[in-house]
Structure formats: C-alpha cells, structure tokens
C-alpha cells in the first residue's frame, strides 16, 4: 500500500557529507513515524534515525552529533544527512514508515572509504 523509494547514497570519502532522501508514496494513509536504518555485510540491521509526525527523534549513539534526520510532512519525506561519514558508516540504509503497517524500501548503498 505504501511504496518507498530511496535515492541519495553512494561513495564517498571518510569525512565527507551525503544526504540520503526517501519519497513515500501510493497511499494516502497518514504516516506517522518514519526513519533510517542500515546494515552492513554479516551484520544485522540496526536503526539509524526516526522521527515522528510531530518531529520526535531519535538517533542511534554511532551517528548522534553526526547525522540529522528531518520530514516533509507534506511530501511524506524523510532526509537523513549525514556528515563527517566515517568508514564504519558503510551499509546499505533502508527507509522505513509506520502507517497501520510497517514499509520498507529497498535501500541504498553507502560506501566511506578511508
């Protein structure tokens, strides 16, 4: 019902910059939370950053100070930027919304090279 796409990763080097976006669309069910996630190679996923429809957030302690999470509620958006990357960053990250369900994308690599 509710489709994810993600755009904004690829490769960059330790201490650069990306901003990671995801568009939520075909449904017109108000989402209530949306954040990021992300998973290395081997390693199960973890949660990067959520933020509420009233702007709640919460950050994983890797990337506080780091990274910042923000929405557009009218656009049902969600940004990740993320600054000062480091190579521990690398994972794929993954969109993710809360509606009466739970959606996914399909994620985006993020590659920091030392």
């Known amino acids: 019902q509710v489709q994810l796409v993600e755009s904004g990763g690829g490769l960059v080097q330790s201490g650069g910059s990306l901003r990671l976006s995801c568009e939520a669309s075909?449904?017109?069910?108000?989402?209530?939370?949306m954040g990021w996630y992300r998973q290395a190679p081997g390693k199960p996923r973890e949660l990067v950053a959520t933020i509420t429809r009233s702007g709640n957030t919460n950050y994983a302690d890797s990337v506080k100070g780091r990274f910042t999470i923000s929405r557009d509620n009218a656009k049902n958006t969600v940004y990740l930027q993320m600054d000062s990357l480091k190579p521990e960053d690398t994972a794929v990250y993954y969109c993710?919304?809360?509606?009466?369900?739970?959606?996914w994308g399909r994620g985006t690599q993020v590659t920091v090279s030392s």
């Open positions: 993710n919304a809360v509606t009466w369900g739970v959606y």
């Open positions: 075909g449904s017109r069910i108000v989402i209530n939370a």
